[in-house]
């Protein structure tokens, strides 16, 4: 079977990395490279020992470290902690299924139907309200068994040049509960372009998941199923898209990013355009890499609804090897969720948390680092809960052993931009793309 889900180390479109950069290490060169034992829980594991797979950048597991480390000190389990190349890891765990070796726990990129009917329970962990998880991101099966919870999540979300906005004299909205719409929004970045001489309003990743967040905050349900897992776009959407395709006029915005693949990233850093909609992953980029002016992270525009395409940035199991090592495993993620662990993981590691109401402190030097981490955080409890849609459609995906290999909406829109079709019939051309990969019952 094919697994689908967020790649842990990139993400969908050219706006570069999708994990973020580690922050309380610097990462080394090279990839840490474990062996992927099993965990031995098989074959006589006991509550005094787990084995925790996860994949990862280099530096990034500095929170996962410090986690384990902390865990034994309190607890007297060792977790072994093993760090998988992402290449190969849904590979091993695929091949770990079949040889009756899976690990205790892990944090994977995407379920597999060969392992998921292994998966612990985790409905505990995520309805104690002391936790606050957004139930927005779970991933459950259709007899609503909680079969992982996000490690953290991802989100698209909107920069601006502010050196650009504030030499034109615009102001931007000063809190996620008084957003401004794509309209106000689009309006201000043409007046600040035309007042400044900026080539482009606007840069917006060639990305099916940035386009949904548009769509989503347009109140439409972008490619949708129905309850027989047939796909449609209503009118909302087709209004939405259609408005996106508008914007690619070579003023407002390029048409080259969706048409020929350059790079919105690398336009948007230039110093040359007002706006850029991408998402959190590029914070720690940013605040290395932009000199030459001031950036900062604004409020999603809502219009009228308050929303984003919001992913898991990685899904953490437990699987059920036997009665001991299960019932170690669902306690070592039970502590690992509660708000003073949970807050340490995501501070060390870099993470955008599931979880909200906590306070994160990041170890950012930069001022408008820590005010796009503050903002997002802000506004993820905000979303509504097509937000997650997306997400959970992959899980409901996977468990019925299908996966959309190819998403048509950045080729069938390209055509739209390009004059070869009217958006209209690039929906068409996209819904029957969803229709055949993963479209009807299991």
């Given at each position: 079977m094919t697994t689908v889900g967020v790649r842990r180390s990139r993400r969908l479109g050219r706006g570069g990395m999708r994990r973020l950069v580690p922050l309380a290490a610097v990462a080394t060169a090279g990839a840490l490279l474990l062996s992927a034992c099993g965990s031995g829980s098989g074959s006589g594991g006991n509550a005094k020992s787990l084995t925790f797979w996860i994949s990862t950048v280099p530096g990034?597991?500095?929170g996962w470290k410090k986690l384990v480390a902390?865990?034994?000190k309190e607890t007297g389990?060792?977790?072994k902690l093993v760090n998988i190349p992402y290449?190969?890891?849904p590979t091993k765990l695929h091949n770990a299924a079949q040889a009756n070796s899976l690990p205790d726990v892990a944090d994977v990129p995407a379920l597999d139907p060969i392992w998921s009917s292994k998966l612990i329970d985790l409905s505990s962990i995520a309805n104690n309200k002391s936790n606050n998880i957004n139930a927005n991101f779970l991933a459950k099966d259709s007899s609503g068994k909680v079969l992982s919870i996000p490690s953290d999540v991802t989100a698209s979300g909107l920069f601006i040049n502010e050196t650009l906005f504030k030499k034109a004299g615009v102001s931007v909205p000063a809190s996620p509960q008084k957003t401004w719409t794509?309209?106000?929004f689009i309006a201000a970045a043409n007046k600040v372009r035309e007042k400044t001489g900026a080539k482009y309003s606007l840069t917006f990743d060639q990305s099916p998941s940035r386009l949904r967040a548009m769509v989503y905050e347009m109140g439409g349900q972008y490619v949708h199923a129905d309850s027989s897992g047939k796909f449609s776009v209503d009118a909302a959407t087709k209004k939405a898209v259609k408005y996106f395709v508008g914007l690619n006029d070579d003023k407002v915005m390029p048409k080259s990013v969706w048409t020929s693949g350059a790079d919105p990233s690398a336009m948007f850093q230039s110093g040359d355009v007002v706006a850029y909609w991408s998402g959190v992953w590029q914070v720690p980029a940013f605040a290395d890499s932009i000199k030459k002016f001031d950036w900062a992270s604004v409020p999603t525009p809502a219009q009228p609804v308050q929303a984003s395409d919001v992913n898991s940035g990685g899904m953490m199991v437990g699987f059920n090897n036997n009665g001991a090592a299960a019932t170690?495993?669902?306690?070592?993620?039970?502590?690992v969720y509660e708000p003073k662990q949970y807050t340490?993981?995501?501070?060390?590691?870099g993470f955008l948390p599931v979880e909200s109401g906590l306070n994160p402190?990041?170890?950012?030097?930069s001022a408008a680092a820590q005010a796009a981490f503050k903002l997002y955080n802000e506004e993820i409890p905000l979303y509504a809960p097509i937000s997650g849609y997306f997400n959970g459609a992959q899980t409901n995906w996977v468990l019925k052993g299908k996966s959309l290999t190819t998403d048509p909406t950045k080729t069938e829109l390209g055509k739209a931009i390009n004059g070869q079709q009217s958006a209209d019939k690039a929906l068409e051309n996209i819904v029957a793309g969803y229709n055949q990969q993963v479209g009807g019952g299991s």
């Open positions: 990034q597991d500095a902390q865990y034994k389990v060792n977790v290449d190969g890891y794509w309209t106000d170690a495993a669902q306690k070592f993620m039970s502590w340490e993981l995501v501070e060390t590691s402190k990041y170890p950012f030097t």
